[in-house]
């Protein structure tokens, strides 16, 4: 497989999180020579959040993850598989969770609610529970880095994801780090197809939840490859209490500002690999948009434009063709006066006030759009609203991978 042209150097170095440990196994149920089963599981307590797609063909595991945490119980480990999403499978594919968990908890002597799992690949075929079980004793037993981690949860992805940083909570200092899968079937309405996210923290889970929330809509939440909503799609934030700071009782508390920033850049980093791993990508574009009467019109504008197919092709094909980019911002729905609209690429401005500059000259535009990394900025109106999305360019390379996916 080709790495994608914008991939990392490398993948990062990353710190062990105390309390959590992580393991692979080879379950060999798709792909031979590599682990495809991974479990992330506390070693104390500790407290897990999660969000998930909001597809109504959401998978087995997503509806099983649902149903424990909505619960309010507790959540010790998560199980991860890849090759199989578990997706459209029926009771069957309920059965196969519930016997997964019931597995995972007899190693760890836990119950199996407390066991959450996440599965990718192919929709609609039966997963056999019964080939994960057979490493189920390896996975209870091992451990692995961020790296192994991360390499045993991919599909099609290219290379695998990694981010990590340092805040500190009343003085405290504490370590997130996290990994990401996902490369098509990206347009979240919630998160991305899986992430998963540790810290040494002590943060109850209610705390947890908000956080994760709320750094969702600024990172997973603000990326698209294809604008298909997976049926898989969860992100799991897991704090150990390693570190033993300061209770924390509230999400807005001014003591886990750093936290809170921290978080954010672990997770748009995660989130902006992922578009730079689109299937066929060969340009990274930030899209951003102000002056949009709030930040929800700001973001529904900037996912226009990242979502249409004529911007995507039109960059893939380095054209300097700004009128898609009007195409798109006209059909979002935002209900803009295009009189008071401005459009720049490449920090070049192109349009402003609703026409073409006289003196525009296109040269340093199609300059531009040689390079790898597009910038596009659209400025609406003097509302306070703005936003920031990520994308990539539409290539035959997307139409290939796609066709060829179950072969």
């Known amino acids: 497989m080709t790495v994608s042209p914008l991939a990392p150097a490398a993948f990062p170095a990353m710190p062990d999180i105390k309390g959590v440990t992580l393991s692979t196994a080879a379950s060999g149920m798709k792909y031979t020579g590599r682990d495809d089963m991974l479990l992330m599981r506390l070693d104390g307590s500790g407290s897990i959040a999660a969000v998930f797609t ?5 998978a087995a595991p997503v509806q099983w ?5 909505g619960a309010g119980g507790g959540a010790r480990a998560i199980l991860v598989n890849a090759g199989n999403a578990n997706a459209f499978t029926g009771d069957g594919g309920m059965a196969a969770v519930t016997a997964c968990c019931e597995g995972v908890a007899a190693k760890l002597g836990c119950a199996a609610g407390e066991v959450l799992t996440a599965s990718t690949g192919v929709i609609g075929e039966p ?6 079980a057979a490493r189920f004793d390896d ?3 091992g451990s692995a880095d961020w790296q192994a981690a991360a390499q045993a949860i991919l599909t099609t992805d290219t290379f695998a994801k990694g981010a990590s940083a340092t805040a500190a909570i009343a003085g405290t200092d504490v370590q997130i780090a996290g990994i990401a899968k996902g490369s098509g079937m990206i347009a979240p309405d919630m998160a991305t197809m899986l992430a998963f996210i540790a810290t040494d923290a002590a943060l109850p889970q209610p705390v947890l939840a908000a956080l994760l929330a709320d750094a969702t809509d600024r990172s997973f939440n603000a990326i698209t490859v294809d604008s298909d909503t997976s049926t898989n799609d969860s992100v799991y934030l897991m704090a150990s209490g390693a570190a033993a700071n300061a209770e924390v009782t509230a999400a807005d508390d001014p003591a886990l500002d750093s ?11 995660l989130a902006r690999q992922i578009v730079r791993d689109g299937e066929g990508a060969t340009k990274f574009i930030t899209i951003a948009v102000t002056g949009a009467a709030n930040d929800r019109a700001a973001h529904g504008i900037g996912m226009s434009i990242a979502n249409s197919p004529l911007v995507k092709t039109a960059i893939a094909g380095e ?3 700004w009128g898609r980019i009007v195409m798109a911002v006209g059909k979002s729905g935002a209900g803009i006066d295009q009189s008071r609209l401005d459009i720049s690429m490449g920090g070049v401005l192109i349009a402003a006030a609703g026409a073409r500059l006289d003196d525009y000259d296109e040269a340093p535009v199609a300059a531009h759009m040689k390079g790898e990394e597009i910038d596009i900025a659209v400025k609406v109106g003097d509302g306070a609203g703005a936003a920031r999305v990520w994308t990539c360019d539409l290539t035959h390379g997307y139409i290939s991978i796609n066709a060829d996916y179950r072969s």
Do not use: E, I
């Not at 909001?54 to 959401?58: E, G, H, L, W």
């Not at 997963?127 to 994960?132: E, I, K, P, Q, W």
């Open 65 to 69: 993850c649902r149903q424990q945490l």
């Open 54 to 58: 909001k597809s109504d063909t959401a």
């Open 319 to 321: 054209d300097a063709n």
């Open 127 to 132: 997963l056999d529970s019964a080939v994960l």
């Open 259 to 269: 936290f809170r920033d921290a978080l954010d850049r672990v997770m748009q980093d």
């Open 139 to 141: 996975l209870a037993s």
